[in-house]
């Protein structure tokens, strides 16, 4: 069977329940976005620069690369569905123009073959700000019972701590 390259399936502990596993999934989207719009991918990589024709069609530079024209993409967003150890995030029941969006971003191949050097991978996490989120909200549902961290506070911090 063929990937479906409209969702990622993420591993969590398998401690956490279903509201949880929603939450932290919900955290994971909100990060997505924010560093997409940053210009990274899920690993924390710039994006391929965009072609001279599209970067003049969106009215950007060509390293002005955040996979916003129209914010379809980023906004539908959704926690598809979890179980005991996961959380899927993705896109629920896409158009073909969506997915098509999607798949074309994340293998490069935008209508053609696919190519990774053109590829901007962004449905994902890297698996050290996975594991600092989950730990940071274990904590905060621990002290208080209502997770009131920033996610970009939590993940500046890390990146913060590993360049010393």
Request: proline share 4%; net charge negative.
């Amino acid at each position: 069977m063929a990937k479906d390259w409209t969702k990622e399936k993420i591993k969590l502990p398998v401690t956490l329940n279903a509201k949880e596993r929603k939450k932290i999934g919900m955290i994971i989207i909100e990060h997505i976005i924010n560093r997409t719009a940053a210009g990274l991918d899920k690993r924390n990589k710039e994006f391929p620069n965009y072609t001279q024709t599209y970067a003049d069609k969106k009215g950007v530079g060509t390293g002005d690369v955040d996979l916003i024209l129209t914010g379809e993409m980023l906004d539908s967003l959704e926690v598809v569905s979890t179980k005991k150890g996961e959380v899927v995030i993705g896109y629920g029941d896409p158009s073909d123009e969506l997915a098509g969006k999607v798949e074309g971003n994340r293998r490069g191949s935008y209508g053609g073959e696919p190519n990774r050097k053109k590829a901007r991978d962004f449905l994902g996490i890297d698996p050290t700000e996975l594991d600092l989120l989950v730990s940071s909200y274990q904590a905060d549902e621990n002290l208080n019972g209502d997770p009131g961290f920033n996610v970009e506070d939590v993940l500046k911090e890390l990146l913060a701590s590993e360049t010393k």
